[in-house]
């Protein structure tokens, strides 16, 4: 036997080792060295076991032992917890991946990337600041304490500046050991990272990602390490930053003993290491940058295990754990340093990483994901530049990986082209695999000093332009001609991006700080690489650079590019420069011919929009539309239309105006359309393409001259008209509002000056809600003066990305207008009202673009155009309104030069001939007075003699004539015809023979040859304005001169058609000088010569004669209008008498069927249905006693509160009470005592229409053959669309010829109140079903049948194990019960407070189908009572009214009967009216209402009894003892109360005080009566709507709830009411017990007997008796209430875990009902085959539930088997909803939306009015 002592002294005397201690165990090993005073060799050689390269990482035991190492005397726990109160960490740094929520509150930000973790977001104060919650993408960092990211102000209470002095540093032996271990833990990490780093074993990304799998538990453990915060993170930045243990990291690896191979497998890991470093090697770059910095160099020396962590990082593509390693110790400043530093010497590796990589789109998150941690630092981001040359680095980054995919330029001659762009069809550019280096490139470039150092090198522009150029004139289209491409490209959205991202928004970001004047020459030193960069391209792409080399110049006809980048560096550099700096527009504009080279190509891209608005391009496919529509969106104008607009308004501001308006014309191809020759053709355009281009090129000019943009426009000026366009356009939430608004505008970086200019012009109509279901969200629209002020059509085209938004605005402004009585022209719509811009430009160094307006070329182009628009009926009014704007702006802008008080010479000086479009030649003055009244003889052309060999066109007829018709009335034309002809013979050509067209078609002649011709012209512009006022006005000589006072007071109007645009031109012509009014006159005279005095009778007669041919008409009108109504008015009093008589006899409703449309009653042959949709629902399920609603829980404490409210719902209280039934009662008993279809119930609506069954069968069969019906109903249901309104049905009620209604039916003989209750006990006697023809009867089954299928079998089988036909009787009473219910419930609850919220949910009684319903029900209820228990019915009534009681009062082991006090007197009710024939007469239903009235309030008297004190109820009982001698005393309160009382009190031990029924606080006589009165109240309103469809019959409508039980008892005909007398004038308190009636002289024999059976079964069991006979009232079914904040619901439920599968849902979806959490799509909780959410909707509602979608606020609602999103019920501060989350902004509850759901829901009209549902699959 071997000594334990012994054995304990001989193992202290052994010597401790490695071996030894991993032999005792982690626990004792950690004690151990805990105690050693010097435990580093032990401790390493423990290491060097427990961290051998052999051993693999994966080890659990590996973590395990070096957590319990460095707990020491400790367990991990408590030495984790014993860390983490040293911590003095004054920022957050908490670190997490994507789809993490977070917020950024851009008040307290000092970066845009600044970012904040929820639990710092809270304990912060951010109250009234502009935040968002946002779904992280790539991942983050929380910035929380950082002051170089965000204000102090926003910090929270654990983060920021901390006193040194309250710093508390750990014990030194605390950290000790963890001191020591970790560089032996790092260099284990960089072991296995080198041994795995073998080219085959990274071949891919599985395989990558396999390696890293593999450290899941080890770097696990390093993060639990970092959670322990700043002391821990000190020993680890300690180790991971050393320069001395990185050098001995090998050595101290590397043993003597190498037995086990680990020295060759290090040294193998070395040598991986060192070909990993190899493959990697920097872009190449010039020398000289690679002597600037280590992070340039070629190879790259690592320093530190931080520097080779970093490498392995980039090597195995940011692997996420790895990265959120790195990310956790940022919080050390100097690791920080170092990581940054680390970072930007491997950055010119990432191009290289990202362009290899298969998967580069979740790669670039995770690369921003490190990045944007380090570059949001200004202070940091600047050191690394000066220090390491980040900025080159970045740039070479991007141009290496962009000179990766260069192709040859398509522009101009390929030939000749010797640059190079980017392919957009290759990868890096459709993945976005420069977005990470632009990203990092934009950050930097946000920060100021970086921003100016950049600027201020050459070398790095240099290289920046260099890089640009890749881009400049990439993704060139080609158009077809021929054929339709054969497959479309998708690289277009790719080059847009591409183009943003890589080029517009550095750009922005440089120029944000280029404002001041001290920057102006670093703005000229931008500005002039950009001009080398250009001239650069120039040469390369071999264009042309003169104006004629140019012009002449048709390569790029078919070719287009939208990408441009250098041309807007430029026009946005000038337009910064000269509106921020102060710049001379002088200093910035290029010198020489650089001008006219810059804007051709944005010219031709300006004239390739158009081309593609017009369908020139519809051959290449719908992809160049979608171009255009990106060159003009939000998110690009700012960086592209606006600067391609403004450079080319600097070119029509410097070049020489004649020469720009040529080029214009002659690159939009309408240059050949201005010629005045006969033949003329087009070589470019198709003959149907002209007037577009035409409109398209008047649109250009009008664009250039009204566009101020980048013209100096202030910015609240121009915030204005940007919202006032999108608003004319349609009207806009305030979300669309940003997101629509121009993405770098002044307009999107000032919130204020946003809000101001919105409140500026728009009004605001917030968000409303239909009954119907349609809700609207808050939304903006212009203020009525917006369409007077601020309405541009043509910024509207600028802004519009499609020509239907441009259409659209004019639309509304036409409405506005004609609304306001602007214009009253019916014919017609009015013209655009274009905005003539302000007199000058916004800036007064600028030349004004519409100098062009006054060259030579100008007026000669009008003067052809409206020369079209006389004689060309082809030409659109919008080329006319355009023409005439434009005219309009020549006239009203001032020439500079022009005083007044030159001679004009208009006769002599002017040519005779001039030639044709020579326009330069056409004047030789450049004043518009003297242009505009030049009248043009003769025009020279050239043209070609034809010779057909058939008779020429008629069209060309046409057009000349149209040249002189126009100046004459039709009618005077038909009587003058030959001077029509006299003076179209003179007007023609005089060597031009009339069989030739003047305008011919182009096309092939027999023979042709060329010659010149001399055209007869004979008009200015002036006249030709004068024609084109008579054409739109349709008569001659239309417009008149004002007066001189008429002209002094003349005001513009915008509002107007085509004469009145014209007119107010003429009218500016008029009063500009006093030679062009007299010239008006001149014009006028000449073309409509007055007429004499000789003929003025005659034109007097012609009106006469009109004027009578009218008034003639008219009269014969009014005559024959009165004999058609005498006529119609005859026949109705003809109509036969006998027919109407007939029909009053038969009094028979008719009904109209929605299928055949014919009308009649419902017969045998031919029987009538009513449709209707069946659906089994559970609201009332969801009543409670509390009038307050249950509120959702948002904390712990009140979701177990719900949970405890929930058992006690009125579904709750039920189940017991049918358990605690079922228990002391026979089956046949207790069911046809109450009811069911509380839950699960069937409630039954319709729409109101009518169809014959027939025609009802045959439309649903024609149905199966429409597949697109089957997407939204199920055939295989019954489900159909009522064919009149297409609400959904799925059934129809048979309507009989007797429907069961009284209304109809002839008198009724009257009952005496003995003869009514024999009557109705000899009915229920001789009780037997009706019987119908088979028509009918099949269609009552079938009716059945269905409402047995809607709902789900737990729900109508209350008894399956002993089913019944007392089963079946129930679950047909309970439907008639739950609509009844229903309807009570949809009048709030009772009949008062029925306002506008009430009334919506009631069904009017032309939709009532309860009738119907009953005779069904009715039907089925007869056969059962008489299959179940024939002599039940009989005796219960019996018993009712106090008939002696027959056998049935034995008592056996189950009470045989229920006693009546604990029978539902409203089932009884049912039951009995059920099994009554109908239609029943009134005097019988108000005797069997009276019978179970008295019943009812007895039972509440029992029921109120034991919430009495004892001492109160002996002082009933003795006041029923004093009053009992006075005759029939059973007709008061205190008498019957009570009687009730004596009678139970009889029972020992019935009455205890603990019985768990509350007593009332207040036991007075009034209090009693009240609580009487409201019990009572339930069954009178069931009654009263029972009796209101029975009898058609109108229910009162009291005002106020005192009034309500005296009118039901009114309209019952109670006693009180039916003996004349007036109920209110009885105490409250006294009408109850008034109304009550017996049969016998005193009803105490009665309620004797009642209290006796319950007192038969209080003997048996008490608490039984006690828990039957308590009474509930219900209040009305509502949702749970709602927090007013969204955040609320969000913080608690996002993150908690599922009650079923105890894990965080990806979808956490609330039920609105009952406040439970589900899994929405999730496979873990599935019911059986269905999930979760779908078999909750059947528990909780039957099959309708509503669930809240905490992730996207939206609301599901699943019905059945479907399931719609409703919308959302939170909106934030601008009524909008936020689906999904999107936008991450603070959400309010809406109560009229909640409300409106609510009401849906109980109304059951859920399915009618939403109509975009999906069938769920049970999927959800």
Not at 22 to 50: I, V
Request: proline share 6%; net charge negative.
């Amino acid at each position: 036997m071997v000594d334990p002592k012994k054995t304990a002294v001989k193992e202290e005397e052994e010597p401790v080792t490695a071996e030894a201690l991993e032999r005792r165990g982690k626990r004792w090993a950690a004690n151990f060295l805990k105690r050693e005073p010097s435990p580093r060799r032990l401790l390493h050689q423990l290491l060097d076991k427990l961290l051998s390269p052999l051993r693999p990482i994966t080890d659990d035991k590996i973590v395990e032992w070096m957590r319990w190492i460095m707990a020491a005397d400790k367990t991990p726990e408590e030495f984790a917890e014993q860390v983490r109160s040293y911590d003095n960490a004054q920022r957050c740094g908490m670190v997490w991946t994507a789809n993490f929520v977070a917020y950024r509150c851009r008040t307290c930000g000092i970066s845009p990337c600044m970012s904040l973790c929820a639990e710092c977001f809270q304990r912060g104060n951010h109250d009234g600041h502009d935040y968002n919650m946002f779904w992280s993408q790539a991942g983050g960092a929380c910035d929380c304490g950082d002051p170089y990211v965000m204000k102090q102000t926003g910090f929270c209470s654990l983060h920021g500046q901390m006193d040194p002095s309250a710093q508390v540093r750990p014990p030194d032996s605390l950290m000790q050991l963890p001191r020591e271990m970790m560089p032996r833990i790092f260099t284990r990490l960089l072991v296995y990272l080198r041994i795995n780093s073998r080219p085959e074993s990274l071949e891919s990304n599985d395989a990558s990602n396999a390696i890293m799998q593999r450290l899941d538990g080890y770097l696990g453990f390093l993060q639990d390490l970092c959670n322990m915060r700043t002391a821990m993170r000190a020993c680890m930045t300690e180790a991971l930053t050393s320069r001395e243990l990185y050098r001995d990291m090998d050595l101290g690896t590397i043993t003597q003993d190498d037995s086990h191979g680990e020295i060759k497998l290090l040294r193998e890991a070395y040598r991986n290491y060192v070909e990993a470093v190899n493959s990697m090697p920097n872009p190449d770059v010039a020398p000289e940058l690679r002597a600037l910095s280590p992070a340039l160099q070629e190879n790259i020396q690592h320093e530190t295990m931080l520097d080779e962590l970093v490498f392995w990082t980039y090597k195995y593509e940011f692997p996420t754990k790895l990265v959120c390693l790195l990310l956790y110790m940022l919080p050390d400043q100097r690791y920080k340093e170092c990581f940054t530093r680390a970072f930007v010497l491997h950055y010119a590796r990432i191009s290289q990483m990202l362009s290899a990589s298969t998967d580069p789109d979740p790669l670039t998150n995770r690369v921003v994901h490190v990045s944007v941690q380090l570059f949001s630092n200004e202070q940091l981001a600047l050191r690394m530049t000066e220090e390491l040359h980040l900025l080159h680095a970045m740039v070479i980054s991007l141009k290496h990986m962009t000179s990766q995919i260069l192709i040859s330029s398509q522009l101009h001659d390929p030939a000749r082209n010797t640059h190079r762009v980017a392919s957009c069809g290759d990868k890096i550019m459709k993945n976005h695999c420069y977005w990470p280096l632009v990203s990092d490139l934009s950050n930097v470039l946000g920060h100021k000093q970086v921003a100016l150092a950049f600027v201020s090198d050459d070398g790095l522009l240099q290289m920046w332009f260099s890089y640009l150029s890749m881009y400049q004139g990439m993704n060139v289209n080609i158009r077809q001609l021929d054929a339709h491409v054969d497959m479309e490209p998708s690289t277009y959205y790719a080059a847009f991006s591409a183009e943003l991202e890589g080029s517009a928004t550095p750009m922005w970001a440089l120029l944000t700080h280029l404002k001041e004047p001290g920057t102006a020459d670093l703005t000229k030193r931008l500005l002039r690489h950009a001009y080398g960069a250009l001239q650069q391209w120039h040469d390369a792409i071999g264009c042309p650079q003169t104006y004629e080399e140019i012009v002449e110049d048709h390569s790029m006809d078919l070719r287009c590019t939208f990408h441009l980048p250098l041309h807007r560096y430029v026009a946005l550099i000038i337009s910064e420069a000269v509106k921020r700096q102060g710049v001379s527009l002088a200093e910035l504009l290029p010198a020489g011919n650089t001008m006219i080279t810059l804007i051709s190509h944005l010219l031709k891209l300006q004239v390739s929009f158009h081309e593609i608005s017009a369908g020139m391009w519809v051959r290449n496919g719908n992809q160049m539309k979608g171009q255009t529509m990106t060159y003009t969106q939000c998110h690009f104008c700012c960086s592209m239309v606006d600067p391609d607009i403004y450079l080319l308004q600097l070119g029509a501001m410097t070049l020489d105006p004649d020469k720009f308006l040529t080029l214009v014309l002659k690159k939009f191809h309408v240059w050949d359309w201005l010629s005045f020759a006969p033949n003329a053709t087009n070589s470019f355009l198709e003959a149907d393409q002209e007037i577009p281009m035409v409109e398209a090129c008047l649109t250009f000019l009008a664009t250039l001259l009204c566009v101020r943009t980048c013209a100096g426009i202030p910015e609240d000026e121009l915030a204005r008209l940007e919202i006032a366009t999108q608003l004319c356009m349609g009207d806009k939430t305030h979300s669309q509002l940003m997101d629509l608004l121009p993405e770098k505008s002044e307009t999107m970086n000032n919130t204020t000056l946003f809000e101001t200019a919105l409140a500026y012009v728009s009004r605001y109509r917030g968000p409303a809600s239909e009954a119907s279901g349609n809700m609207q969200q808050g939304i903006y629209g212009p203020k009525v003066e917006v369409w007077d002020t601020l309405y541009d059509p043509i910024y509207v085209f600028l802004r519009a990305m499609v020509r239907k938004e441009f259409q659209g605005s004019m639309d509304r402004f036409t409405a506005y207008v004609k609304s306001t009585g602007q214009y009253a022209d019916s014919k017609g719509s009015p013209w655009p009202p274009y905005k003539v811009p302000q007199s000058g430009p916004p800036l007064a160094d600028c030349p004004d673009v519409r100098r062009i307006l006054h060259c030579n070329t100008f007026y000669g182009a009008m003067l052809a155009i409206l020369r079209r628009c006389v004689a060309d009926p082809l030409v659109s009014e919008q080329v006319m309104s355009l023409a005439v704007f434009l005219l309009e702006m020549a006239v009203r802008k001032p020439e500079k030069e022009f005083t007044g008080q030159e001679m004009f010479r208009t006769d002599m000086d002017q040519p005779d001939e001039c030639e044709d479009l020579r326009f330069t030649e056409w004047f030789c003055t450049p004043w518009s007075v003297d242009n505009l009244r030049r009248v043009v003889d003769n025009v020279t052309v050239r043209t070609e003699r034809v010779y057909p060999s058939s008779s020429s066109s008629e069209s060309d007829e046409m057009l000349m004539e149209s040249m002189d018709m126009v100046v004459e009335d039709s009618e005077e034309a038909e009587e003058e015809e030959e001077d029509g002809l006299l003076q179209l013979l003179r007007r023609a050509p005089a060597s031009h023979d009339m069989g030739e067209s003047w305008f011919g078609p182009r096309g092939l002649r027999d023979a042709a040859t060329t010659s010149t011709t001399s055209v007869a012209f004979g008009d200015s512009i002036v006249s030709l304005l004068l024609k084109l006022h008579s054409k739109l006005s349709d008569q001659p000589d239309s417009y008149r001169v004002p007066c001189d006072e008429q002209l002094a007071a003349h005001r513009e109007s915008r509002v107007g058609n085509g004469p009145h645009f014209v007119g107010q031109l003429l009218t500016f012509i008029a009063k500009k000088d006093p030679l062009l009014k007299e010239h008006i006159n001149q014009t006028r005279n000449r073309l409509w010569p007055r007429v004499t005095e000789d003929e003025t009778p005659r034109s007097e007669d012609r009106e006469a004669r009109r004027r009578l041919a009218r008034e003639r008409q008219q009269r014969l009108m009014r005559q024959f209008a009165n004999r058609q109504r005498q006529f119609q008015e005859q026949m109705e009093t003809e109509e036969p008498e006998a027919a109407a008589s007939s029909r009053r006899a038969r009094n028979v409703r008719e009904y109209d069927c929605v299928i055949c449309g014919q009308s009649s009653a419902s017969t045998d042959e031919r029987p009538f249905g009513l449709v209707v949709l069946l659906q089994a629902t559970s609201v009332l399920a969801h009543q409670h006693t509390s009038t307050e609603p249950l509120q959702l829980p948002t904390d712990q404490q009140s979701s177990l509160q719900l949970r405890h409210r929930l058992r006690h719902n009125r579904a709750g209280f039920l189940e017991h009470r049918h358990e605690r039934l079922g228990n002391t009662f026979e089956n046949k008993s207790w069911l046809l005592s109450m009811n069911i279809g509380v839950s699960g119930g069937v409630h039954v609506q319709t729409c109101g229409h009518h169809i014959h069954l027939d025609c009802h069968r045959m439309y649903v069969h024609s149905l199966t053959g429409h597949d697109a019906r089957q997407q939204s109903i199920s055939l295989q249901r019954g489900e159909y669309s009522c064919p009149l309104c297409r609400q959904l049905c799925n059934s129809v009620l048979p309507l009989l010829e007797d429907d069961g209604s009284l209304a109809a039916t002839p008198p009724q003989p009257a009952y005496r109140r003995a003869e009514a209750y024999t009557a109705v006990a000899r009915l229920l006697n001789d009780c037997q079903p009706p019987e119908y023809n088979s028509n009918f009867g099949e269609s009552i089954s079938k009716a059945m049948e269905s409402m047995t299928h809607v709902t789900f079998p737990k729900y109508r089988n209350t008894t399956p194990q002993s089913p019944g036909h007392e089963n079946v009787l129930l679950f047909v009473t309970s439907i008639a019960r739950t609509n009844l219910e229903m309807e009570v419930v949809q009048r709030n609850g009772g009949l008062t407070n029925t306002g506008d919220a009430a009334a919506q949910l009631v069904p009017s009684v032309k939709r009532s189908c309860l009738v119907p319903l009953l005779t069904v029900l009715g039907f089925n209820a007869k056969v059962l009572a008489v299959r179940a228990d024939n002599q039940y019915l009989p005796v219960m009534w019996a018993q009712l009214n106090g008939l002696p009681p027959g056998a049935r009062t034995a008592l056996t082991l189950y009470q045989p009967d229920v006693p009546l006090l604990l029978r539902d007197p409203a089932s009884l009710l049912l039951l009995l009216v059920l099994t009554l024939p109908l239609p029943l007469p009134s005097q019988l239903y108000s005797c069997v209402v009276q019978a179970l009235y008295n019943l009812t309030y007895v039972q509440a008297c029992a029921a109120l009894s034991f919430h009495l004190s004892l001492t109160r109820r002996r002082e009933l009982a003795l006041a029923h003892q004093r009053i009992r001698g006075g005759g029939n005393h059973m007709n008061s309160m205190p008498s019957i109360l009570g009687r009730v009382v004596e009678l139970l009190s009889s029972v020992p031990g019935l009455y205890v005080e603990d019985s768990g029924m509350e007593p009332l606080v207040d036991q007075s006589s009034a209090q009693l009566a009240d609580q009487l009165n409201a019990r009572c109240l339930p069954f009178l309103r069931l009654a009263a709507v029972l009796r209101q469809h029975l009898y058609q019959l109108t229910l009162p409508d009291p005002r106020r709830p005192e009034q309500e039980l005296p009118a039901l008892l009114r309209f019952l005909e109670l006693s009180s009411a039916g003996d004349g007398g007036a109920p209110e004038a009885a105490p409250l308190g006294q009408l109850a017990a008034g109304a009550l009636s017996w049969v016998t002289a005193d009803g105490e024999p009665v309620v004797r007997a009642w209290c006796q059976e319950y007192r038969s079964l209080a003997a048996q069991s008490q608490s039984a008796s006690r828990e039957l006979v308590h009474q509930q009232r219900w209040c009305q079914p509502q949702l749970l209430r709602l927090p007013q904040q969204y955040k609320t619901i969000f913080l608690f439920y996002h993150r908690r875990h599922c009650a079923r599968c105890q894990t965080v849902p990806k979808e956490p979806t609330v039920c609105l009902l009952c406040g439970t959490l589900v899994c929405l799509r999730g496979q873990c909780c599935k019911v059986g085959a269905a999930n979760e959410a779908v078999a909750h909707s059947v528990d909780c509602g039957a099959g309708t539930s509503i669930f809240l979608a905490v992730n996207s606020s939206t609301i599901i609602v699943i019905r059945g088997r479907r399931a719609c999103l409703w919308g959302s019920v939170y909106l934030d501060s601008f009524g909008e909803e936020d689906r999904d989350l999107k936008r991450g902004r603070p959400l309010f509850l809406c109560e009229e939306r909640y409300r409106l759901l609510q009401n849906l829901w109980i109304s059951h009209a859920f399915d009618n009015t939403r109509r975009r549902w999906i069938w769920h699959k049970e999927m959800l």
